[in-house]
């Protein structure tokens, strides 16, 4: 179970719900949402926004003069370049905002390609121009490369190889490009690659799950001594901050995501509760799922054989304060601190809409949107 795009959703939850009760803020308007758990896999992914988007999704009534489906406003996600490219190239036919907040590929930055996406973490291009802003700084001209093999690796190299050299700074001792999941041979070779080079430089733009099976060879071989130099997709992966590790990973250098406060979420965090009255729902699911997976234990109908091997019942009543777990540390809000914003500004382009004088209207002959026959282009 990811813990961390857990509290990710929970945290655009708690936002919705603090703009809800902000009478300064989108005055008699109800936000609502729902979530959607990509798996991590684009099909998924694609298939749950054209969903949002289309209406697919359960009928509602409104009331007075609205009828049908509430207008969806926009979609906060997604996490990953490549899935956002899929999705925002559809969407973006109808003009639906996008707000993604990790998604860094400088190639999204694309008007013309992508013109209702938007995001609340820089482009990748600025972290390329960084990050060779610090070898520059420590005069380092010898460096190996390491990518993911997707949207966000190889687009990033394509911007480091040709910045780098034109910038006069140095060259590229090796490039490669890390696999998905585990492959003993190709990372033997690549780490067999880094051991044999004369370059003690390492950057890498790859995703946590890359660095994890690429360092788990690096200890395998001990290979010692290199400067790493890390994307902001690793840099603060705690499951890296170990005492096993720091070996070979102490001393890392890296662009990282600004941290941020956001006032009031552990509390909003602590009270998450499961609904055992309405466990088939799937934003319940979603909570039951968490709370399995933190307390070992299996709400009804158990498993067979789950209570004769020793296994507990959930009761729902269990306390999250009484377990150690990654979800209420609110001391490194990074992701969550983007989703937080994304939230925000979809509210506030509402707002702003909402706001509008007849006759100063920014749509035709001067118009203004309403709230009945919103358009998600019109924010």
Same mark, same amino acid.
């Given at each position: 179970?990811?813990?961390?795009?857990?509290?990710?959703?929970?945290?655009?939850?708690?936002?919705?719900? +603090?703009?809800?009760?902000?009478?300064?803020?989108?005055?008699?308007?109800?936000?609502g949402?729902?979530?959607?758990?990509?798996?991590?896999?684009?099909?998924?992914?694609?298939?749950? $926004?054209?969903s949002?988007?289309?209406g697919? *999704?359960?009928? /509602?009534?409104?009331?007075? @003069?609205?009828?049908?489906?509430?207008?969806?406003?926009?979609? #906060?996600?997604?996490?990953?370049? @490549?899935?956002?490219?899929?999705?925002? =190239?559809?969407?973006?036919?109808?003009? #639906?905002?996008m707000?993604?907040?990790? $998604?860094?590929?400088?190639?999204?930055?694309?008007?013309? %390609?992508?013109?209702?996406?938007?995001r609340?973490?820089?482009?990748?291009? /600025?972290?390329v121009?960084?990050?060779?802003?610090?070898?520059?700084? /420590?005069?380092?001209?010898?460096?190996?490369?390491?990518?993911?093999?997707?949207?966000?690796?190889?687009?990033?190299?394509?911007?480091?190889?040709?910045?780098?050299?034109?910038?006069?700074?140095?060259?590229?001792?090796?490039?490669?490009? &890390?696999?998905?999941?585990?492959?003993?041979?190709?990372?033997?070779?690549?780490?067999? #690659?880094?051991?044999?080079?004369?370059?003690?430089?390492?950057?890498?733009?790859?995703?946590?799950?890359?660095?994890? !099976? &690429?360092?788990?060879?690096?200890?395998?071989?001990?290979?010692?001594?290199?400067?790493? %130099? $890390?994307? *902001?997709?690793?840099?603060?992966?705690?499951?890296?901050? @170990?005492?096993? &590790?720091?070996?070979?990973?102490?001393?890392? %250098?890296?662009?990282?995501?600004?941290r941020g406060?956001?006032?009031?979420?552990?509390?909003?965090?602590?009270?998450?509760?499961?609904?055992?009255?309405?466990? !088939?729902?799937?934003?319940?699911?979603?909570? !039951?799922?968490?709370? *399995?997976?933190?307390?070992?234990?299996? /709400?009804?109908?158990?498993?067979?054989?789950?209570? +004769?091997?020793?296994?507990?019942?959930? @009761?729902?009543?269990?306390?999250?304060?009484?377990?150690?777990?990654?979800?209420?540390?609110? =001391?490194?809000?990074?992701?969550?601190?983007?989703?937080?914003?994304?939230?925000?500004?979809?509210?506030?382009?509402?707002?702003?809409?909402?706001?509008?004088?007849?006759?100063?209207?920014?749509?035709?002959?001067? =118009?203004?949107?309403?709230?009945?026959?919103?358009?998600?282009?019109?924010?």
């Open positions: 179970f990811d813990v961390l795009g857990f509290r990710q959703a929970q945290t655009m939850v708690f936002a919705i719900d +603090e703009i809800n009760r902000n009478s300064n803020l989108l005055p008699n308007v109800t936000l949402y729902s979530l959607y758990d990509n798996c991590l896999e684009l099909g998924i992914g694609f298939r749950a $926004a054209l949002l988007v289309s697919q *999704e359960e009928q /509602f009534i409104l009331d007075e @003069t609205c009828v049908g489906t509430p207008p969806v406003l926009g979609i #906060v996600g997604d996490s990953s370049s @490549t899935r956002s490219i899929a999705i925002s =190239s559809v969407l973006g036919l109808y003009r #639906v905002p707000v993604s907040y990790f $998604a860094t590929c400088s190639c999204l930055s694309d008007r013309q %390609m992508f013109p209702s996406f938007f609340t973490i820089p482009s990748d291009a /600025f972290q121009r960084a990050m060779i802003q610090i070898l520059n700084r /420590f005069g380092w001209t010898w460096a190996g490369l390491l990518v993911s093999d997707d949207d966000y690796g190889l687009h990033a190299a394509k911007s480091f190889q040709s910045d780098f050299v034109q910038s006069g700074g140095g060259c590229l001792a090796y490039f490669e490009v &890390l696999p998905w999941g585990k492959d003993p041979a190709e990372l033997r070779r690549i780490v067999d #690659v880094m051991k044999k080079s004369t370059a003690r430089i390492v950057i890498v733009f790859a995703h946590e799950s890359h660095m994890i !099976n &690429l360092i788990e060879e690096v200890v395998r071989q001990n290979v010692t001594g290199l400067q790493w %130099m $890390a994307s *902001e997709a690793w840099i603060a992966a705690t499951v890296l901050h @170990t005492p096993h &590790l720091m070996p070979y990973l102490g001393g890392t %250098m890296g662009i990282a995501i600004r406060e956001i006032a009031g979420l552990r509390e909003f965090l602590s009270r998450i509760r499961p609904d055992l009255h309405h466990n !088939n729902s799937y934003g319940n699911s979603m909570i !039951n799922q968490f709370w *399995e997976y933190t307390f070992q234990c299996r /709400f009804a109908p158990l498993p067979a054989g789950w209570v +004769e091997a020793g296994g507990a019942l959930c @009761t729902g009543q269990e306390d999250l304060e009484n377990v150690e777990t990654e979800f209420l540390d609110i =001391s490194n809000l990074r992701p969550e601190y983007n989703v937080y914003k994304a939230v925000y500004a979809l509210a506030y382009a509402l707002d702003e809409m909402l706001q509008c004088e007849p006759g100063r209207g920014p749509f035709s002959g001067h =118009s203004c949107g309403s709230l009945q026959r919103l358009e998600p282009w019109q924010v």
